[in-house]
């Protein structure tokens, strides 16, 4: 059987096409890279915001467009309106999250069990998935209850994976010659609290260090509140990437109180500090809401400031969505849609100087670069795009592609949203 995977929204949702592309190619079928020809396709969906449960929706549609013979609908859009993903066109069956583990098993009709055997070789997706990392789903669900999030009620209480079967996937995608590891989860930094003997994601990323080869493990999104000074000491081990995105959602006190948020503008800066005096050059990122309810002009001048204050490697603007379900959306004074839109940005302009700030820093440094996708030219070779560890996105020009392959590259100039290098010799 043809399969086709696609995901909308966040690097969880990656990893769980992964894992089910490694279920489907265990019991003998093919993952190919476009729903043309494809006996099956399997959505797995997002609604984070309302464009994305629009992207899922659309998703949904272009597959069964394009000539997939039936799909399956997965994820957290789909969770939470299943009568509305049932009526879609061609949708033959909706997999809520809670078991969205057991997908593959239920639909081959084989036993989990035979999926639990010695996992097969990690192969990229094929197609516009196609990843050189590898992203490993370490846990589900979250137990915050910021007052703006339908994730936690989409995905249920936070539950941790036993390390012993994260192990078991990092070395598979290692064994397919992966190069780096990124960690995911809904609530990354709650990683082990709920086990029978509770551990901390510091006995995680040690672990993985300690027993794979793995050459380059990078964390995704870390709530700042679950993490201490100590916590950066494990950047000893130049494996772990310079990279931390850490979600402030708002400079100001007061809106991160309505949003129930487990952190303050100082206690965020502090953390912040730590991590810069602890890992030299660290590129920290983060998120941020404008136009929460209830949020003043004086409020969101108070998020301008720090934002500004933060000297943030990049970052992402989200306008303030609605989600039935949530606390934020039944609360008064909700913002203009007019005014959301002009605080984003603001807001961006702000973030993006930021990011190039920071960008212009390393212009004349040499850092090694892990080449992600490539593109022949017509006279010149080869057009490499990829990520440092510290999450600089660079392009260079080399006589043969080069994709997830290291080089040591000195950084030149600026482009748009990265910067430009010449391959050492």
């Known amino acids: 059987m043809k399969i086709f995977l696609d995901t909308i929204g966040c690097r969880l949702n990656q990893a769980e096409i992964e894992s089910l592309a490694r279920q489907f190619r265990k019991a003998g079928h093919e993952i190919v890279p476009s729903p043309k020809g494809a006996d099956l396709a399997v959505v ?33 859009w789909s969770t939470l309106e299943p009568g509305k993903a049932a009526e879609l066109p061609g949708v033959r069956k909706v997999i809520p999250n809670l078991q969205k583990d057991l997908l593959a ?70 064994d397919g010659g992966t190069q780096e590891i990124v960690l995911t989860g809904v609530h990354l ?16 990323i040690s672990g993985i260090l300690g027993k794979t080869s793995v ?8 709530e700042p ?43 965020f800066a502090e953390l912040a500090q730590a991590a810069r005096a602890a890992i030299p050059e660290v590129a920290i990122t983060t998120d941020v809401i404008v136009g929460f309810p209830g949020e003043t002009e004086a409020e969101f001048s108070e998020t301008l400031a ?19 379900g949530t606390p934020a959306a039944r609360m008064q004074a909700q913002v203009r849609h007019e005014l959301r839109k002009e605080r984003n940005a603001a807001l961006r302009v702000v973030l993006e100087e930021a990011a190039k700030s920071y960008r212009s820093g ?21 057009l490499l795009e990829g990520l440092t560890d510290n999450y600089l996105r660079v392009q260079a020009i080399a006589p043969e592609p080069r994709w997830n392959q290291f080089d040591t590259v000195r950084l030149t100039a600026e482009t748009t949203d990265g910067l430009k290098g010449i391959l050492c010799p």
Request: with cysteine; charged share 20%.
């Open 44 to 76: 797995n969906t997002c609604t984070v915001t309302s464009s994305a449960a629009s992207d899922s929706r659309a998703a949904i549609r272009r597959a069964r467009r394009l000539g997939a013979k039936g799909l399956v609908v997965t994820g957290c």
């Open 105 to 174: 098993a239920d639909l081959l009709g084989v036993p989990q069990e035979f999926f639990d055997s010695e996992p097969l070789a990690r192969q990229p997706i094929p197609g516009i998935h196609a990843r050189t990392r590898a992203f490993i789903k370490v846990q589900d669900g979250c137990d915050n209850a910021c007052t703006f999030c339908i994730t936690t009620i989409a995905r249920g209480a936070s539950r941790s994976r036993q390390l012993a079967d994260i192990l078991a996937d990092v070395r598979s995608a290692l």
């Open 189 to 204: 930094g709650s990683w082990g609290l709920d086990l029978a003997t509770p551990r901390h994601l510091a006995d995680l």
């Open 215 to 222: 050459a380059r493990l990078r964390l995704s999104s870390l």
């Open 225 to 267: 509140w679950d993490l201490d000074a100590d916590f950066f000491s494990l950047w000893q081990d130049q494996r772990l990437c310079r990279h931390l995105h850490l979600p402030l959602q708002s400079g100001s006190e007061t809106v991160l109180k309505r949003m129930a948020r487990k952190t303050t503008p100082n206690s």
């Open 306 to 324: 720090f934002t500004k204050s933060m000297y943030f490697a990049g970052g992402h603007v989200f306008t303030y969505s609605a989600r039935p």
């Open 362 to 382: 390393f212009i004349g440094q040499t850092l090694p670069v892990l080449w992600e996708s490539k593109n022949q030219l017509k006279d010149e070779g080869w």
